[in-house]
Every structure is written in C-alpha cells, then in structure tokens.
C-alpha cells in the first residue's frame, strides 16, 4: 500500500499526564537533557538532513513532550502567516519529525491567537505544559482547536473527479475539500460539498485516512464516494475548473511524466495520498 499521510504518526510522546503537574513540568525544563525548538522567520528551523534544530531551553513556554527521557519545549512564535511560506520546507522535511512540525505550528499560531479568553475578555493564563489556557477571572479553560475538513475523491466509471482553485500553481488538480458544519456529519459533508462545487450526487461515502493540517489547524478527513453521473455544474466562485481523469491520466500526473495532462498535489498534501491510494486499489 502507498505511504500514510504526511504529518501522520506519533511523534513524540505527549505525556499527557504530566501536563497537569506545574511543578513536574518546570523540573522538565531543567533537565540537562531539556531541549527547545528552534525557529527562524516564522517557522520551525531544520537542518541538512530535514530535521528539527534544538538548542537550550531559553523559553520553555509549551511542553511538547518527550524524547525517550529527553524534555522537548517550544516558546510561542509568530506563524508565517501564508501556508505556501512552509511548502519548501515540507519538500525536505524528515518524516519522522513531521507530525511535531505540524503540532508545533498550530499550538503556537492558537496561542498567539488566544490571550484572551472567549467567555468573559480577561486575560488568560498558560496551562497543562501549554495544551490550554484558563482563565484566572471566571475559570473557563480554552483548548486549542481543530477544524474538520472533508477532502474527497468522487470517482465515477473508472475516472476521477479533480478541481483546481485559482490559487493553485498552472496545470495543478486536486481533490475537492470544504469545511465540516455544525450538526453535519462527515458523509453528509462530502456529499454536500461534492453537491455544491461540481453539481453530482454521490452515494457509498467511506473514509480513508486522515491528517493534521497546520494552516492554520485542520483535520484533513480523506474519503472517496460513488458519483451517480458525470454531468458537472462547477462552482466558478470555489473552483477555476473541475474535470474527469482517466487511471492512466492519474498515473502519469503522480510519476510526473513530461506529457502528464495535469500537475499532481506535492506529496505532503493528503490528496495526494488519496490518488496513491486509488491507484493502488
């Protein structure tokens, strides 16, 4: 089977039952083993090999978690505002640091995002080694939030469905995506959303594999469905076009064959896993 999504995994132990313990994680950052995250213009610092830079707690604000024995700590940063900032450091970033990388990301884009606390405007304080924030007037905690996003491929007689955004380098597809609503499950989010872009209606809705995706801090729910016909009524105000490709259009686009009939999304994307995995099936 082709590889998991980017930014999946473990990575490292979160502890989660010493975030409790104020006393227990301030004992952490003096640890002789204790290492902090290293950051440069907005973003987590790697080295030759794609791996995360660490150097001497100087600001130990969120406990990450562990390393074997080793304490890894991060200060609050300032993100890059845009995702495409990230993209030439995901090309080479190990994938065993991946998921840190993107859990490092969203806490500290939430936490610079976050001083205040939601249900009353006070100031709020830094808690659980980082993983919330309480607030010292009214008591309310605030945990860092995660945004579901369906991302789907509808396939219908053999073929694919795939779209383009403005945004998107010249000659790129992709699967379609759109934000899970209030009161809406995941299948009746990638019905509605596949309803809404490109005008089909798709039955036989199954998940496939998910991803952190830090930009700012979605939940990538990957899922392929059934499409009951190939008419397409697309979306000009979400979508620049959207099209049927064959298998074998498919499989040139994730070789990269000079005569592909589109780009395919970069390997970090989990759309790109998902054409993987139509193509293995």
């Known amino acids: 089977m082709p590889p998991e999504p980017f930014f999946s995994g473990p990575g490292l132990n979160r502890?989660?039952?010493?975030?409790a313990d104020r006393a227990a994680i301030e004992a952490l950052a003096k640890h002789a083993d204790a290492r902090q995250l290293s950051w440069r213009d907005g973003l987590p610092v790697l080295d030759d090999e794609g791996r995360l830079v660490w150097s001497d707690p100087r600001q130990p604000d969120l406990f990450l978690g562990l390393d074997g024995d080793a304490p890894r700590f991060m200060a609050i940063e300032d993100v890059q505002p845009l995702a495409y900032a990230a993209f030439p450091l995901m090309s080479v970033l190990n994938a065993n640091d991946a998921p840190l990388f993107a859990a490092a990301l969203s806490l500290s884009?939430?936490?610079?995002k976050h001083h205040f606390c939601a249900n009353c405007g006070q100031l709020s304080d830094i808690v659980r080694g980082g993983w919330s924030r309480r607030c010292p007037a009214c008591s309310a905690e605030h945990f860092p939030r995660v945004d579901p996003v369906v991302i789907m491929l509808a396939e219908h007689d053999g073929r694919l469905l795939l779209g383009r955004q403005?945004?998107?380098?010249v000659g790129r597809y992709s699967a379609?995506?759109?934000?899970?609503?209030?009161?809406?499950?995941?299948?009746?989010?990638?019905?509605?959303?596949?309803?809404?872009?490109?005008?089909?209606?798709?039955?036989?809705?199954?998940?496939?594999?998910?991803?952190?995706?830090?930009?700012?801090?979605?939940?990538?729910?990957?899922?392929?469905?059934?499409?009951?016909?190939?008419?397409?009524?697309?979306d000009k105000t979400e979508l620049d076009d959207a099209r049927w490709f064959t298998r074998?259009?498919?499989?040139?686009?994730i070789d990269g064959h000079p005569d592909a009939t589109f780009q395919a999304p970069p390997k970090a994307a989990i759309a790109r896993t998902l054409l993987e995995h139509w193509l293995a099936s």
């Open 15 to 19: 502890a989660d039952a010493l975030r």
């Open 109 to 112: 884009r939430w936490h610079g």
């Open 166 to 169: 403005p945004q998107y380098p």
């Open 176 to 234: 379609l995506a759109g934000f899970v609503e209030v009161g809406e499950t995941v299948e009746a989010a990638v019905a509605r959303e596949l309803q809404e872009e490109a005008g089909i209606s798709v039955q036989n809705v199954r998940y496939v594999a998910s991803q952190p995706w830090p930009f700012p801090s979605s939940l990538m729910i990957g899922c392929f469905a059934e499409a009951d016909g190939d008419a397409l009524i697309v």
């Open 248 to 253: 074998e259009e498919v499989a040139g686009a």
